[in-house]
């Protein structure tokens, strides 16, 4: 059973970045999808992000369209981590921020990491 594992949140001040870091120990299965979802307080879970695990050097990702061209999901094949570089942070992106992934042959992301805290101060 794949675990996940986050790590990098933390405080930083509106206009600055961060680089959250999602590690999968256990095998993930080429096709799966590896996601980032965050929740606000008193707002329900949304989608941020998304990318599909592969051994191609170029591949798919899928941003929700509040982050569009300051977030940028990654992964390192190498290292089993999958990555997603904020840039130009606002308050709004004060969320707890889940890594999430599909088991093999799921069509949902049935596998979740305990979620790491961001806060962007104005």
């Known amino acids: 059973q794949v675990q996940l594992v986050e790590s990098g949140g933390g405080l930083v001040q509106a206009g600055g970045s961060l680089r959250l870091s999602c590690a999968a120990s256990g095998r993930i299965f080429s096709g799966s999808r590896m996601g980032w979802f965050r929740q606000a307080p008193g707002k329900e879970r949304e989608f941020v992000a998304t990318?599909?695990?592969?051994?191609?050097?170029?591949?798919?990702?899928e941003y929700a369209d509040s982050v569009k061209g300051r977030f940028t999901i990654s992964r390192d094949n190498a290292k089993n981590t999958v990555y997603l570089q904020m840039k130009a942070l606002k308050p709004d992106d004060t969320a707890v921020y889940y890594c999430?992934?599909?088991?093999?042959?799921?069509?949902?992301?049935?596998?979740w990491g305990q979620g790491t805290q961001v806060t962007v101060s104005s």
């Open positions: 999430a992934a599909t088991s093999q042959g799921s069509r949902e992301y049935d596998i």
């Open positions: 990318t599909v695990w592969s051994g191609a050097s170029v591949y798919y990702a």
